[in-house]
């Protein structure tokens, strides 16, 4: 069996960046920093951010087995979880506070707007984008909900940090789904995929 550890597949991301569009905005093919219409949401914690991924699977059983005879994949939900520092950035508030983001656009230079009573479905598609060196890792939701938010905590020794977990969902008629894509940065991982022939 070949050795295919390769110390320059290690990945540390040295930067985080999050970018949000409307909902089912395409995914940009090229790793630059999106254009237009993909907004940067700003400054993250070093923590970056955290992805998660839940699946749930559901037995069936039969007699004169002890094991069961199938599984079934029921549920698969991935979320990731990120602390902004700007905790005035415009897109960022009106996510945290639930509001259209045309509720943060200031007349002089006060935004002012009521906080729902009841939760809106507000959703759009964001980018998840880690680097290190030339090696890139990003996740595209094209139709994310913010549906956890962290307590809001105004503090005179530090920023004020703002914590939001994201929900993926497919995209309209799941014609755009979740994904994931790998820049290498030049590295050669063809030992990982042998010839078939």
């Given at each position: 069996?070949?050795?295919?550890r390769?110390?320059?597949?290690?990945?540390?991301?040295?930067?985080?960046?999050?970018?949000?569009?409307?909902?089912?905005?395409?995914?940009?093919?090229?790793?630059?920093?999106?254009?237009?219409?993909?907004?940067?949401?700003?400054?993250?914690?070093?923590?970056?951010?955290?992805?998660?991924?839940?699946?749930?699977?559901?037995d069936?059983?039969?007699?004169?087995?002890?094991?069961?005879?199938?599984?079934?994949?029921?549920?698969?939900?991935?979320?990731?979880?990120?602390?902004?520092?700007?905790g005035?950035?415009?897109?960022?508030?009106?996510?945290?506070?639930?509001?259209?983001?045309?509720?943060?656009?200031?007349?002089?230079?006060?935004?002012?707007?009521?906080?729902?009573?009841?939760?809106?479905?507000?959703?759009?598609?964001f980018i998840?984008?880690?680097?290190?060196?030339?090696?890139?890792?990003?996740l595209?939701?094209?139709?994310?909900?913010?549906?956890?938010?962290g307590?809001?905590?105004p503090?005179?020794?530090?920023?004020?940090?703002?914590?939001?977990t994201f929900?993926?969902?497919?995209g309209?008629?799941?014609?755009?789904a979740?994904?994931?894509?790998?820049?290498?940065?030049?590295?050669?991982?063809?030992?990982?995929?042998p010839?078939?022939?």
């Amino acid at each position: 069996m070949a050795d295919t550890r390769n110390a320059d597949l290690t990945f540390g991301a040295t930067d985080y960046l999050v970018y949000a569009a409307a909902v089912n905005t395409a995914m940009p093919v090229a790793f630059a920093d999106p254009a237009t219409p993909w907004i940067n949401l700003g400054w993250i914690t070093t923590e970056g951010g955290l992805f998660k991924r839940e699946d749930e699977t559901k037995d069936v059983e039969a007699a004169g087995s002890l094991e069961p005879i199938r599984t079934l994949m029921t549920k698969s939900v991935k979320s990731a979880q990120v602390t902004f520092l700007e905790g005035l950035n415009p897109f960022v508030r009106a996510l945290y506070d639930n509001v259209p983001i045309e509720s943060l656009e200031p007349t002089t230079d006060v935004a002012s707007y009521d906080l729902p009573d009841k939760p809106a479905d507000l959703r759009y598609a964001f980018i998840f984008d880690t680097m290190d060196g030339a090696k890139r890792m990003r996740l595209y939701m094209p139709n994310g909900l913010v549906t956890e938010r962290g307590d809001e905590q105004p503090q005179t020794a530090d920023v004020m940090p703002v914590q939001m977990t994201f929900k993926f969902f497919k995209g309209v008629a799941n014609s755009a789904a979740v994904k994931r894509s790998i820049k290498y940065g030049g590295i050669d991982v063809s030992e990982f995929f042998p010839d078939a022939g």
